[in-house]
């Protein structure tokens, strides 16, 4: 099967529900981003419905993984986990605002590699899934930061990115997709956006990864 495919299609059906619930509901309180960023688990969320709905699959939400972190394990969580016979996606999402938030999507990045995936593979009866993918899924309200988002270069760098772009690249030459798709613009969106601003959803695909579900 075409995973990287399948995931667009999935993300494109998410958005759409994303879309007609922003069409008729407000979640915005006070000022952009500080105090009214839409949180990321709504995001999870609609990713989530749309995989399980064109999968025919399954997803668990908060699923815990654990690393090592600065010398010590550490237990940390997936916004999902997203399974299928024919196509696993581990999935984060954010909402991005600043660099802090860039850098945050960076270590998400680094976190989904055959060690997180193998943790929930081996957790599978009786048959264990096949092509898993880490998914990062972020939205954003920065027309500007699309382009930043899809560029394979260091150029046009926004400020303070220039860590995060390093980090973006690198993954982007590990074989990580990097791409874009249009919510849609909204007329009655946050106090602090004009009326017709675009909600954007990044995304980055990692490549396929090869479980080796004998290493414990």
Same mark, same amino acid.
């Given at each position: ?9 999935? /993300?494109?059906? @998410? ?10 509901? !407000?979640?915005?309180?006070? #000022? ?33 993984f654990r ?28 909402? /991005?605002?600043? @660099? ?10 680094? !976190?989904?590699?055959?060690? #997180? ?81 675009e909600c ?11 479980i080796n579900?004998?290493?414990?």
């Amino acid at each position: 099967m075409d995973c990287i495919f399948s995931i667009e299609e999935i /993300l494109k059906a @998410a958005a759409e529900s994303y879309r007609k619930s922003l069409s008729s509901f !407000r979640p915005w309180i006070s #000022t952009y981003p500080r105090n009214n960023v839409i949180a990321e688990r709504n995001i999870s969320f609609h990713a989530a419905r749309s995989f399980c709905e064109l999968t025919d699959g399954y997803a668990f939400m908060e699923r815990e993984f654990r690393q090592i972190v600065d010398g010590r394990e550490v237990s940390l969580k997936l916004d999902s986990y997203c399974a299928s016979p024919e196509l696993t996606c581990l999935l984060e999402c954010k909402v /991005l605002v600043d @660099a802090n938030t860039a850098n945050e999507i960076m270590n998400d990045i680094d !976190r989904l590699n055959e060690d #997180t995936a193998r943790q929930q593979v081996l957790l599978h009866v009786p048959v264990q899934p096949r092509n898993v993918h880490g998914l990062i899924l972020v939205e954003t309200w920065k027309s500007g930061l699309r382009d930043w988002w899809i560029s394979t270069h260091n150029i046009n760098i926004p400020p303070n990115l220039e860590g995060a772009t390093e980090r973006k690249v690198e993954a982007q030459r590990n074989g990580w997709q990097f791409k874009s798709t249009s919510v849609g613009r909204f007329e009655h969106g946050s106090p602090a956006l004009a009326a017709g601003t675009e909600c954007i959803w990044l995304y980055a695909i990692g490549p396929c990864m090869t479980i080796n579900c004998d290493a414990v």
